[in-house]
């Protein structure tokens, strides 16, 4: 593995690793074990990883939990801790959304979970459509007034929904950092509108899904597992596994020989070197998947390889 690089989410002056760690569907998830949680987060530090990226919803608060124990014994003023507030945690109709009063519980329940002091950053999961966008922007500003969370952000939100929040927010207080999915296979909503809105507004993009959930990597050229991510969530599985998709990532494999690289690797480099990108965000469900994707930060994106890329993943 190469050195890890670090860049600064936006224009602020905290940094985060170039290759984070996220939680999604693995740790509380797939990954249940103490021991094993701790040895893939100790690794990924020991590899320079900072940026650990969680959520309340992320198995129902597990993920906070077993990530937490993990996180706890590396040094806090290292790390940079993320979790999120949205998605319904209860049946409760006020434990959900981006209301002030949803949003304090949230973040004081994720505190407990992840055992710390503070978040450095808190992403609204969604963009809520029942709140008064007002609300959310204050709440979140006092939430750093009081030292619970660092800086806060967002997720999936479009451009305009960034403006308007930065138009609300007090200097200083608006959102940080979006967080959309973004890969070769998804590219057009963040090229075309998350990156002129954050350039614009001094914002950072972390990313999430860049191997598109695996596909990316080749695991389902011929096929798709039933214990797989896209095995189990039938959404992704609809959205992405197109037979003229899946001829597109095989023909991948042509180009990342050429770069010397795994087609994970080639994905993952590729989307560290698009414009306006802070961080992207890894899964991991071993050492030796950890160690192939940190291999990423080894790859060189020449020219002929972009052009290559473009020409067989056009941005929609």
């Not at 790390?79 to 109709?93: E, H, Q, Y």
């Not at 204050?138 to 929040?165: F, H, N, V």
């Not at 990597?217 to 991510?229: A, N």
């Not at 998709?245 to 070197?273: F, H, N, P, Y």
Request: charged fraction near 25%.
């Amino acid at each position: 593995m190469g050195d890890m690089t670090y860049r600064p989410l936006g224009r602020c002056g905290t940094k985060v690793s170039t290759y984070s760690l996220g939680g999604w569907t693995t740790f509380g998830g797939s990954i249940t074990d103490e021991a094993f949680t701790k040895e893939i987060l100790h690794a990924a530090f020991d590899a320079g990883v900072n940026f650990f990226d969680i959520a309340d919803v992320y198995a129902r608060g597990a993920a906070e939990t077993i990530m937490g124990k993990a996180l706890a014994e590396l040094p806090r003023r290292h790390l940079v801790i993320s979790s999120k507030c949205f998605w319904p945690m209860s049946d409760d109709v006020n434990d959900r959304g981006l209301s002030r009063k949803h949003i304090f519980e949230s973040v004081h329940d994720s505190l407990a979970r992840i055992g710390t002091d503070y978040l450095d950053i808190l992403f609204c999961h969604r963009f809520d459509e029942e709140t008064p966008l007002e609300e959310t922007v204050r709440a979140m500003g006092d939430l750093m007034r009081q030292g619970k969370i660092l800086y806060w952000g967002t997720s999936e939100w479009t451009g305009e929904q960034l403006r308007a929040a930065h138009a609300i927010a007090e200097p200083g207080y608006g959102p940080q950092v979006e967080q959309p999915q973004y890969s070769l296979l998804v590219r057009g909503k963040v090229e075309g509108d998350v990156v002129p809105a954050v350039e614009e507004t001094g914002m950072g993009v972390v990313v999430w899904s860049p191997l598109a959930s695996g596909l990316l990597t080749g695991k389902y050229d011929d096929g798709v597992p039933e214990d797989s991510r896209l095995g189990r969530i039938d959404w992704l599985r609809e959205s992405l596994m197109q037979e003229e998709t899946v001829a597109r990532v095989k023909a991948m494999q042509a180009i990342a020989d050429e770069a010397g690289c795994s087609r994970t690797q080639l994905a993952l480099a590729w989307a560290a070197a698009q414009r306006g990108i802070s961080s992207v965000i890894l899964g991991a469900t071993s050492l030796a998947q950890l160690e192939e994707n940190l291999g990423a930060s080894e790859v060189v994106i020449s020219d002929e390889v972009a052009t290559a890329l473009a020409e067989l993943f056009p941005a929609t």
